[in-house]
């Protein structure tokens, strides 16, 4: 949830290793972890709830802080927003199809900034779904300032919530999910029937984020020439756990609430898990540009994205459009 959110930027991970599963007890939503870490042991971040739920609660405290730390002087710059003249990202703005007279749904929307844009952009109606209730709660008031109150609807639960939650699942023309979502989920399978379900037959998926590849790369083991280098396996499975120090739109800070779990899903294991669920691919396309810092040797061009200085050495983004047969 950059907003979220997806809007990564670069990311110092804590290895998971078996000591430190014990400390936090085990492990079995839309945004941008910051770009420094500290291990818990040595940033005193404090430790998970333990139980079979400690990602959850650990992330949804998580969000709930971070979404105060947006909504405060410095975060979020809602001006365009308000001024109705909002844009998505270039490679959303390059590939969303028309959305005029369109229902939409918004899976893990942080508090919603980019749910109404798909309002301003020609959507008939749209509903907001995210697990933190601060998040949701600023989401109805910015859609009532902006008078969007009859057209946009926002609703409290995780995401594999999101079908009994939500009524008219399996109504909507367009799922739309973007930017660092997909990550705080431990299991891609059932976020893709969870898709489909949301869609009426014939209704398609728009899935942008950081491309898995990319995602193993981390600045905190960085080659002398600034290089992000190899940290988390492509096909582990496990989850990576975070101790955050940084926001990705305020900078430096502290959290209460450090502790993030996040897990890399292979580009394999996300198309396939759509068609498993009853959907057709589209198209697929891999870019070597994301629309974050998402490290530090990535150099921001004319359209606002970031790129690989030099050679497009491997891709930092995908995109794809999926439909529910």
């Excluded at 083991?221 to 499975?237: L, R």
């Amino acid at each position: 949830m950059f907003e979220r959110t997806n809007r990564r930027k670069s990311e110092r991970r804590v290895p998971l290793t078996a000591s430190f599963m014990a400390l936090l007890g085990g492990v079995g939503q839309y945004g941008l972890p910051g770009s420094k870490r500290r291990s818990p042991a040595t940033a005193g971040c404090g430790v998970a709830n333990s139980g079979e739920a400690a990602w959850r609660s650990a992330n949804r405290a998580h969000w709930d802080e971070r979404t105060a730390i947006h909504l405060a002087p410095g975060g979020y710059n809602f001006a365009t927003l308000r001024e109705g003249r909002a844009q998505f990202a270039a490679i959303e703005r390059d590939e969303l199809p028309p959305l005029a007279g369109k229902r939409a749904v918004h899976l893990q929307c942080h508090f919603g900034a980019d749910t109404l844009k798909l309002l301003q952009h020609g959507a008939a109606a749209v509903v907001g779904l995210d697990f933190s209730g601060p998040a949701i709660k600023a989401a109805r008031a910015l859609a009532a300032e902006l008078g969007f109150a009859d057209r946009a609807r926002f609703v409290e639960a995780d995401l594999y919530d999101a079908v009994a939650a939500i009524p008219d699942a399996g109504t909507f023309d367009v799922a739309y999910v973007t930017w660092g979502a997909i990550c705080w989920l431990p299991d891609i399978s059932r976020w893709c029937e969870i898709v489909a379900k949301m869609l009426r037959p014939g209704g398609s998926l728009y899935l942008a984020d950081g491309h898995p590849a990319a995602l193993v790369l981390d600045d905190a083991v960085a080659a002398s020439d600034g290089t992000p280098g190899f940290y988390t396996p492509y096909f582990s499975g496990d989850p990576v756990i975070y101790c955050e120090s940084e926001d990705y739109i305020v900078g430096e800070t502290t959290f209460k609430n450090a502790i993030t779990h996040t897990w890399i899903h292979p580009l394999g294991e996300i198309v396939t898990g759509l068609i498993e669920a009853g959907m057709r691919l589209d198209w697929l396309h891999e870019h070597d540009a994301v629309p974050w810092r998402m490290f530090r040797v990535l150099v921001r061009e004319a359209q606002g994205l970031y790129r690989w200085p030099g050679k497009p050495w491997l891709p930092l983004a995908f995109s794809l459009s999926a439909t529910r047969l």
